[in-house]
Nanobody
């Protein structure tokens, strides 16, 4: 059974920070690029972060670049995201996701096949 489970969401005041965590099981974790997706209300789901198989490269979409830090731990099959200086437009459902044996460029364009149930991040202003 492939399982992808996010945790750490919640409601945060604008300007604050939040850490999301993800644990993955049921697959060979280091065969996958992994990262984060989000879907704001009324908008399309988009990939915002991708980390290469061994963590040597991390890619961020412009909207979170410079105020977020993502990492993976292949010994624990986990992924984390620290999002700082939260803005109202960060309000979304966040998903941890993975794609097997592919480039992060493709992941960022929507190529992934596993993801979790998602977790809500709210931002108050």
């Amino acid at each position: 059974q492939v399982q992808v489970v996010e945790s750490g969401g919640g409601l945060v005041q604008a300007g604050g920070s939040l850490t999301l965590s993800c644990m993955v099981s049921g697959l060979k974790f280091d065969d996958y690029v992994v990262g984060w997706l989000r879907q704001p209300p009324g908008k399309e789901r988009e990939a915002i972060i991708c980390i290469s198989e061994y963590g040597s490269a991390t890619y961020y979409v412009d909207s979170v670049k410079g105020r977020s830090v993502a990492s993976r731990n292949n010994a624990e099959n986990t992924v984390t995201l620290r999002l700082n200086n939260l803005k109202p437009e960060d309000m979304a459902i966040y998903y941890c996701a993975g794609g097997r044996e592919r480039w992060c460029d493709d992941f960022m364009r929507g190529s992934y096949e596993v993801w979790g149930q998602g977790i809500q991040v709210g931002v108050t202003s």
